[in-house]
C-alpha cells in the first residue's frame, strides 16, 4: 500500500504525539491515587475508607482506559511508519478522511466498522 496523499499526515502525527504525552502527563500525575487503600481503622472511619477505595477503582479504570488510548496511539504511529496508515484492517479500503480526522487511531472505515458493530 502506498501512502495517502490526501490526508496530512505530519499533522495527524503530531496530534497523537501530543495526546501520548497528554495521557503520560494524566498517568503521572494520578499514580498516588492509584495505590493500595490503608485498612488501618484508627487512621480513616469505615464510609471515608469506603470512598478511598471508590475512589481508588475510579483511577485504576481511568488508567485502564487510558493505557488503552496509548496502545491505539502506538498502534497508529506505527502504521504511518510502515506507510499503511489510513487504510481500514478488514477490507484495505481508504478510511474517510474526515473519520481520521475525528479519531486518527481508527482501524476500520464507516462501513466494516458498522458490520462489526453489528455482529
Do not use: W
Not at 13 to 42: G, T
Not at 89 to 96: K, L, Q, V
Not at 101 to 113: K, N, R, S
Amino acid at each position: 500500500m502506498s501512502d495517502r496523499r490526501d490526508i496530512d499526515i505530519a499533522f495527524l502525527r503530531q496530534r497523537l504525539e501530543d495526546r501520548r504525552a497528554d495521557i503520560s502527563a494524566h498517568s503521572n500525575h494520578s499514580e498516588d491515587y492509584r495505590k493500595p487503600v490503608e485498612l488501618d481503622q484508627q487512621a480513616v472511619g469505615r464510609l471515608s475508607r469506603m470512598d478511598a477505595l471508590q475512589d481508588q477503582q475510579m483511577h485504576l479504570e481511568q488508567e485502564r482506559r487510558r493505557a488503552a488510548e496509548l496502545d491505539r496511539i502506538e498502534k497508529t504511529l506505527a502504521r504511518i511508519e510502515r506507510a499503511d496508515y489510513g487504510f481500514c484492517h478488514n477490507c484495505g479500503e481508504e478510511i474517510e478522511k474526515k473519520r481520521l480526522e475525528f479519531d486518527p487511531t481508527t482501524p476500520l472505515c464507516v462501513d466494516c466498522a458498522a458490520h462489526v458493530k453489528h455482529s
